[in-house]
């Protein structure tokens, strides 16, 4: 059909690349013509009659890009909208992707997951009085939605019944997918994004997210969809081809994790933890495994209900943003607590604050998920080396963008480190799935009987093999019971966390988000990037650069790219500096699922000499933090100003 002139004149005045403009009039013409869009019609044509031109040119101008194994981002109307549409295209392209993966194979099975969201229209994008297809939809129901799309491709999806009261964590899903040796899985999740978001997120038969080159297979299959093969979820029952879950993957996942276990477990009242889900699914994978290991959970009532408008949440429900504890700290206050735990939506990421004080209660202090890597690594390392059960040559796994005190204590213990990977815990189930199938992975030699740990900044951890994405559930019972080691000892975690950096090491770890949203912002982003890779600056607040290392070099470690979802995920620079004893570096990428790029900044000290009183050793601590706020502000100052950009005042702000 041809679209009213005003459309064309109010997409003419919005600066943006004109051949985005000109798919956007491509993609709005099909879903107001199309005979599968004709729900989203009056919607559409709202938004037309309101002239939201910006709204609509970012809701058409392309496909919702399918990255990091999967769709995430905003729901709405449009093809750059999470909807039933971009969800079907995105299995549609994972059942063509799973039947050349598996040929031959009958029947091909995958499990599926959800979370807690809800679509509101809490934007208020959408005018209410009209119909409209998405609002209301959760993720129950996208996965409904998907099943009767795997069903329609003759492969047996595995799910929750619709009446369950319980939810699959993002953990228990890929122990599921292992333990019923599916080809594949797929969790509607937006983890811990704001509450009109929502995503697809696919799985491997190995229970984790794919790596290159098999995402970029995916993905090519993905762009390749024209027709969606469907079945309406009651025929897609009635076709035998789905599967309704029993409690018992649930059973024998807790108990994987309560293996975890180091200490004895505590004795009544011998240790106070107060337990937040955030509104998410985390009471029925960290909540339950705390309960089992006797550490009888203290809630935060107002808190425990899933609920995807995270109603009773400060800022966002995610353990990585203080702020969001401020409930679970009032209840510790008052209950004389030792620890909090809080787990965010979908339940892989998990944080929390311990009391200053032996006796609990009091002051609580809130760790970064730096300082609970190298907290849980060291707590791990020592009690089996402590037990004897450290294997002779064991395996630790981090980030480059990880505390690299958790380098220094991997080695202590004598164990391989792997400290450079990309971003994200596909990487380090990639890191198992090599040991597993070839006994190494780089120059490391060993099994997945040496695995200790897989840690990374975002409140993400692996403790067990059998595991292959991040895991709330065994990283609360080690936080837990790292504090009632201390505890036991008349300490707190707070001591434990001060020994450490005097043993290895004060490390200053912050990150800083460069939001840039938009079709302007993704260009401003590819610009910046581009500019410090070609034109890398000497010196960042007053410390020399030392090295620069762009993972793009095809000549580096990384090698040939193995196709576009590789090159996206290594367009990552690295600064590493130093000056006056500080060792210091700086990681610049894109997120791979919001509108912003992230600087990881991170200056250390060398461990404290013999002889140093606390009063130097706290002067050399006070001087990694106040050079870290130097290159925050000169950071962002540098990399703004390669697109003509000012810091906004305050942008430069650290955590503490």
């Not at 408008?309 to 990585?320: A, D």
Request: aromatic share 8%.
């Amino acid at each position: 059909m041809d679209l009213p002139p005003a459309v064309v004149d109010g997409f003419a005045a919005i600066d943006a690349d004109p051949a985005l403009k000109a798919k956007a009039l491509q993609n709005l013409a099909a879903w107001l013509d199309g005979a599968e869009f004709a729900a989203y019609r009056p919607q559409i044509e709202w938004l037309i009659a309101e002239k939201k031109w910006s709204v609509l040119l970012d809701s058409f101008y392309q496909v919702l890009p399918f990255g990091t194994g999967g769709r995430r981002g905003a729901v709405g109307i449009g093809p750059n909208r999470m909807n039933p549409w971009t969800l079907g295209a995105s299995v549609q392209g994972h059942c063509e992707y799973l039947k050349e993966r598996f040929p031959g194979v009958s029947p091909l099975k995958v499990v599926l997951a959800y979370d807690v969201r809800q679509f509101e229209d809490k934007r208020g994008v959408y005018n209410r009085d009209l119909p409209n297809p998405v609002l209301h939809t959760s993720s129950r129901d996208f996965c409904q939605y998907a099943a009767g799309v795997y069903a329609a491709n003759g492969i047996h999806a595995h799910l929750l019944p619709p009446d369950s009261k319980r939810y699959v964590a993002t953990p228990e899903l890929s122990f599921t997918i292992r333990s019923l040796h599916a080809h594949g899985g797929l969790n509607m999740t937006a983890s811990h994004n704001p509450p009109d978001d929502n995503g697809s997120k696919f799985y491997t038969d190995l229970g984790s997210q794919p790596v290159a080159p098999e995402d970029q297979i995916m993905s090519e299959l993905v762009d390749q969809v024209t027709a969606i093969r469907y079945l309406p979820w009651a025929d897609a029952v009635r076709s035998g081809k789905v599967h309704f879950l029993d409690d018992s993957h649930h059973r024998a996942y807790i108990e994987l994790c309560r293996k975890e276990s180091l200490l004895p477990p505590p004795k009544l009242d011998e240790i106070r933890v107060v337990f937040t889900p955030l509104h998410g699914v985390g009471g029925m994978c960290a909540g339950e495994t705390l309960e089992a290991q006797g550490f009888r959970p203290i809630p935060v009532p107002e808190q425990m209900t899933p609920d995807g408008q995270f109603p009773n949440v400060t800022k966002t429900p995610n353990p990585e943003v203080p702020e969001c504890l401020d409930r679970a700290e009032a209840v510790a206050k008052g209950q004389k607590a030792d620890l909090v735990i809080a787990t965010d939506p979908d339940a892989d990421r998990y944080g929390g604050l311990a009391s200053t004080s032996p006796e609990g209660g009091g002051t609580f202090r809130y760790f970064t998920g730096n300082e609970l890597a190298s907290l849980v690594t060291h707590f791990k390392l020592s009690q089996l080396s402590r037990n004897g059960s450290l294997p002779q040559s064991p395996i630790v796994i981090s980030t480059e963008v990880t505390t690299s005190q958790v380098v220094r204590i991997g080695r202590h213990f004598g164990a391989q480190v792997i400290g450079d990977l990309l971003v994200g815990f596909k990487y380090h189930a990639d890191v198992l799935a090599q040991l597993d199938a070839t006994g190494q992975f780089g120059d490391v030699r060993g099994s997945v009987d040496d695995f200790i740990i897989a840690v990374e900044e975002s409140h993400g951890l692996i403790a067990t093999p059998h595991l292959r994405d991040k895991d709330s559930a065994c990283a609360a019972l080690l936080m837990a019971e790292a504090a009632l080691l201390m505890k036991r000892e008349g300490r707190t975690l707070v001591d434990y966390l001060d020994d450490l950096n005097r043993q290895f090491g004060y490390f200053r770890n912050e990150l800083l988000n460069l939001v840039m949203t938009g079709l302007e912002g993704k260009r401003d982003m590819a610009r910046m990037l581009n500019a410090l890779r070609t034109n890398p600056p000497k010196e960042i607040g007053g410390l020399t650069v030392d090295s620069v290392e762009d993972l793009w070099n095809e000549d580096g470690r990384m090698g040939p790219f193995k196709g576009d979802t590789d090159r996206a995920a290594r367009n990552f620079l690295i600064f590493r500096l130093s000056a006056d004893g500080l060792t210091a570096k700086v990681c610049l990428r894109p997120s791979g699922t919001e509108p912003k790029a992230k600087a990881y900044l991170e200056v250390a000290t060398p461990p404290r000499a013999i002889g140093t009183t606390d009063v130097e050793w706290g002067e050399q601590c006070r001087r990694a933090d106040t050079q870290v706020q130097r290159l925050a502000t000169d950071f962002l100052r540098l990399a703004l100003g390669t697109v003509g950009v000012t810091p906004a005042p305050g942008a430069d702000k650290l955590s503490r």
